[in-house]
């Protein structure tokens, strides 16, 4: 093979014939959910029956969360200003960052580091709040307590992912209330980063699980904007206030 030539271990395409990880596509069309698909691309081998539910909620529980999350305000403005739908949706995947939609990455990472030097829930959020730093995946500007957290990890243990970064991520929350005026209850985020560094994804794929979940919400949401809302509508806050100089003349020349 040329040096030039690009390699992957992914997918083998050729003249009528296409194999995801060596698996043959229109078997995998019969055979495989898209969640086990997903667990398949990304992780090299199929998952086993556990893995594959696990996969599926997962999925499930990150599709969308309403009108106001900057992803769907910014897909449904850019629909609204006469746009395509891929153009609409692209424009919901690029507001997914750091602040949105990245806390399963830097939760995850920072529980798996955790449980491979052994550190404990009080001396994590003791270097945490020595640095002025907050701990992602826990708070939501919502839910007093995510209903859809407790949904997963009910069904960790159902399929026997319960394990030391499941019981980091609980008692970081325990840790993080202890005492404290504020509910910070373990979000989405939170336990889905949890659950992935039980079933040994690497924390580099945490946005990526975000993104596969949030797209189909994308989705329906653009398309809900382009057959039921006239074009150039107000999104979000329907005021301003002008907060810059006051009024005043350019100086005579």
Same mark, same amino acid.
């Given at each position: 093979?040329?040096?030039?030539?690009?390699?992957?271990?992914?997918?083998?395409?050729?003249?009528?014939?296409?194999?995801?990880?060596?698996?043959?596509?229109?078997?995998?069309?019969?055979?495989?959910?898209?969640?086990?698909?997903?667990?398949?691309?990304?992780?090299?081998?199929?998952?086993? /029956?556990?893995?594959?539910?696990?996969?599926?909620?997962?999925?499930?529980?990150?599709?969308?969360?309403?009108?106001?999350?900057?992803?769907?305000?910014?897909?449904?403005?850019?629909?609204?200003?006469?746009?395509?739908?891929?153009?609409?949706? $692209?424009?919901?995947?690029?507001?997914?960052?750091?602040?949105?939609?990245?806390?399963?990455?830097?939760? $995850?990472?920072?529980?798996?580091?955790?449980?491979?030097?052994?550190?404990? $829930?009080?001396?994590?959020?003791?270097?945490?709040?020595?640095?002025?730093?907050?701990?992602?995946?826990?708070?939501?500007?919502?839910?007093?307590?995510?209903?859809?957290?407790? /949904?997963?990890?009910?069904?960790?243990?159902?399929?026997?992912?319960?394990?030391?970064?499941?019981?980091? /991520? $609980?008692?970081?929350?325990?840790?993080?209330?202890?005492?404290?005026?504020?509910?910070?209850?373990?979000?989405?985020?939170?336990?889905? +980063? +949890?659950?992935?560094?039980?079933?040994?994804?690497?924390?580099?794929?945490?946005?990526?699980?975000?993104?596969?979940?949030?797209?189909?919400?994308?989705?329906?949401?653009?398309?809900?904007?382009?057959?039921?809302?006239?074009?150039?509508?107000?999104?979000?806050?329907?005021?301003?206030?002008?907060?810059?100089?006051?009024?005043?003349?350019?100086?005579?020349?």
């Amino acid at each position: 093979m040329s040096e030039a030539n690009w390699t992957t271990s992914i997918t083998k395409t050729a003249a009528g014939e296409l194999r995801v990880r060596g698996y043959e596509i229109t078997a995998m069309i019969r055979q495989l959910t898209f969640a086990q698909t997903v667990f398949l691309i990304l992780k090299g081998e199929l998952p086993s /029956a556990a893995e594959a539910r696990m996969m599926e909620g997962m999925l499930v529980s990150s599709i969308d969360h309403g009108i106001t999350p900057p992803s769907n305000l910014a897909a449904r403005t850019v629909m609204s200003g006469g746009n395509s739908l891929n153009a609409a949706v $692209a424009a919901g995947v690029l507001t997914i960052g750091d602040s949105h939609g990245g806390a399963i990455e830097q939760c $995850a990472k920072i529980l798996q580091e955790a449980v491979a030097q052994g550190e404990d $829930a009080p001396t994590l959020v003791t270097r945490f709040k020595a640095a002025g730093k907050r701990i992602p995946g826990y708070g939501h500007r919502i839910h007093a307590r995510d209903p859809r957290s407790s /949904a997963l990890f009910t069904l960790a243990d159902e399929c026997g992912f319960t394990g030391p970064h499941i019981r980091l /991520a $609980a008692a970081l929350m325990e840790e993080l209330e202890r005492g404290g005026t504020h509910k910070l209850p373990l979000n989405v985020d939170g336990a889905i +980063a +949890a659950i992935i560094s039980e079933m040994g994804f690497d924390w580099r794929l945490g946005k990526g699980f975000f993104l596969i979940a949030r797209v189909p919400g994308l989705v329906a949401h653009v398309f809900e904007e382009w057959t039921t809302q006239k074009p150039m509508r107000k999104l979000g806050p329907l005021g301003g206030e002008y907060a810059g100089p006051a009024d005043r003349e350019l100086p005579l020349v």
